[in-house]
């Protein structure tokens, strides 16, 4: 069994910056890729970013050039950096994995999510 669990989420003004981390835990071999994703009340869940286990990465339109996603695979965590935020960024962040589990079994992590309110 696996285990996610993101931090750093807040209230922040436009144009502020937070970083959010996931952290990874259980029985893990590998994860193959790692992603946030996002809902906003009302909305559907839209992916953000993704990075896989070579460091290839993938973001949303709407957050290039503004938010980074890097990975530590040594530790099992992975982080969005987000600048300059926007009203419009305001949802709950949910971490997201691909992982091989020690028994060799693959599937899909979640987080629970953490919230990220922007405004003044």
């Known amino acids: 069994q696996v285990q996610l669990v993101e931090s750093g989420g807040g209230l922040v003004q436009p144009g502020g910056s937070l970083r959010l981390s996931c952290a990874a835990s259980g029985s893990i071999f590998s994860i193959d890729r790692m992603a946030w994703y996002r809902q906003a009340p009302g909305k559907q869940r839209e992916a953000v970013a993704s990075?896989?286990?070579?460091?290839?990465?993938s973001y949303a339109d709407s957050v290039k050039a503004r938010f980074t996603i890097s990975r530590d695979n040594a530790k099992h965590m992975w982080y969005l950096q987000m600048n300059i935020l926007k009203a419009e960024d305001t949802a709950v962040y949910l971490c997201?994995?691909?992982?091989?589990?020690?028994?060799?079994?693959?599937?899909?992590?979640w987080g629970r999510g953490t919230q990220v309110t922007v405004s003044s």
């Open positions: 990075i896989t286990s070579g460091g290839s990465t």
């Open positions: 997201n994995a691909e992982v091989l589990t020690t028994g060799r079994a693959r599937f899909v992590s």
